[in-house]
């Protein structure tokens, strides 16, 4: 919350000198056990920030400062560096991993569409895959946690940091760029499972089929449900309710669609998301009360998360009228981004299935066009519009008339 009114470099920059009048004062020792706690905390809850070259400058000089007066603030000192090391390094290999999963996940396969003389299917599908929803739905579990596993507390500030009118004009931040890549690599992920699911339903030639897949994923939404899975839950139902996917009336017909209207009353965002904010307190109970792993999994919505710590940010002020700090505010975003922190925590307690995830990340998807010109192939346009928009689509997708 402090780096809403100054950058860390700034505060830790304030730290230090803090330390050379308590040296000058000869108060080291007394002052020694809170900077050490300080340091602690700090680099175990943000590590991100040592990664300023500043801020590393800053630390250096608190350490050869207070280091001499005492061999155990050595020793304390000497683990929060090794421990400070070892969470960068692993924060490096988690951004290189989501850069690779990002270039494989950006495949479009709207070449692959299929006309009225489908041929055999030339890529795999989900089914050939796994044909079993809870496995489905604990492998979409593995990737969500993956991806909170890199989400740093401060990301959510950074991503929403406004200027404090009593500041002056200087934005915190101002001189560095926001670092909130895993927010959104985050965010590409749930995209692309609207898209995967919607691919999977329009990619079949034959309706049967298409029901098919339509009741598996049905199965597999309301085993996320069941998990607490809630953001694979929503990019299930978004891809599902999809234009090129809720148009294929006579595939829909074939289905079972009791247990998919169960699930999207389950997310209807009447009421801010009653529903759902109901379910998810009825997890985050079960999270707390917990004797295992597989009860402590609480995947909330993310965007609505977002959404919601966007809107405390913006909806109250820093400040109060008489210019204190408005406290009220900052405990309630501590609270939501704690309780996400905790979630965030929890290692998954399934087996991985490294078929199901490679799919789930390389699988090729259609684009929007993509997922149009298949749902027209599998069904054909009802309308002068959507006539136009198919012969269009073949041109400029596929170069036939």
Not at 56 to 71: F, M, Q, S, T, W
Not at 148 to 155: F, K, N, Q
């Amino acid at each position: 919350i402090a780096r809403l009114f100054i950058p860390p470099p700034e505060l830790l920059a304030r730290v230090c000198e803090l330390c050379i009048k308590q040296q000058q004062l000869d108060q080291m020792r007394k002052f020694g056990p809170k900077i050490l706690q300080l340091l602690t905390e700090w680099t175990e809850t943000f590590p991100s920030d040592f990664r300023d070259e500043k801020m590393v400058g800053h630390l250096k000089d608190i350490i050869h400062r207070i280091a001499p007066c005492d061999e155990e603030y050595w020793k304390t000192l000497n683990q929060v560096l090794q421990k400070l090391s070892q969470r960068l390094a692993l924060m490096s290999q988690g951004e290189e991993s989501i850069v690779k999963v990002s270039l494989n996940a950006s495949s479009i396969s709207d070449k692959l569409v299929a006309f009225k003389t489908k041929p055999p299917p030339i890529q795999k599908d989900m089914l050939s895959i796994c044909n079993d929803p809870y496995t489905l739905a604990q492998q979409l579990t593995h990737v969500e946690l993956e991806h909170l596993s890199h989400i740093g507390p401060e990301e959510f500030v950074q991503a929403f940091v406004q200027k404090d009118p009593l500041d002056g004009t200087q934005p915190c931040f101002s001189d560095q760029k926001k670092k909130t890549s895993n927010l959104e690599a985050y965010v590409r992920w749930f995209n692309r499972l609207c898209y995967l699911v919607a691919t999977e339903i329009c990619m079949p030639a034959k309706k049967k089929q298409r029901a098919l897949v339509i009741e598996f994923f049905i199965d597999v939404a309301r085993e996320c449900f069941n998990i607490g899975n809630f953001n694979s839950l929503m990019a299930i139902i978004s891809g599902m309710n999809m234009s090129p996917v809720s148009r294929l009336k006579k595939t829909w017909g074939k289905t079972k669609t009791a247990k998919f209207f169960i699930l999207e009353h389950q997310m209807d965002p009447t009421g801010n998301f009653y529903n759902y904010r109901t379910a998810l307190r009825g997890a985050a109970h079960r999270s707390q009360t917990a004797n295992s792993n597989r009860e402590r999994i609480v995947i909330p919505f993310f965007s609505l998360l977002i959404k919601d710590i966007y809107f405390l940010n913006e909806g109250c002020a820093n400040r109060l009228p008489n210019g204190h700090v408005n406290f009220e505010k900052f405990v309630e975003l501590a609270r939501q981004v704690g309780e996400f922190m905790t979630w965030k925590q929890v290692e998954c307690p399934f087996e991985e299935d490294r078929a199901i995830l490679h799919y789930l990340h390389t699988a090729p998807i259609f684009s929007e066009d993509g997922l149009y010109l298949a749902s027209y192939e599998s069904e054909s346009p009802e309308n002068q519009v959507e006539k136009d928009r198919w012969k269009a689509l073949r041109s400029n997708v596929l170069g036939k008339t």
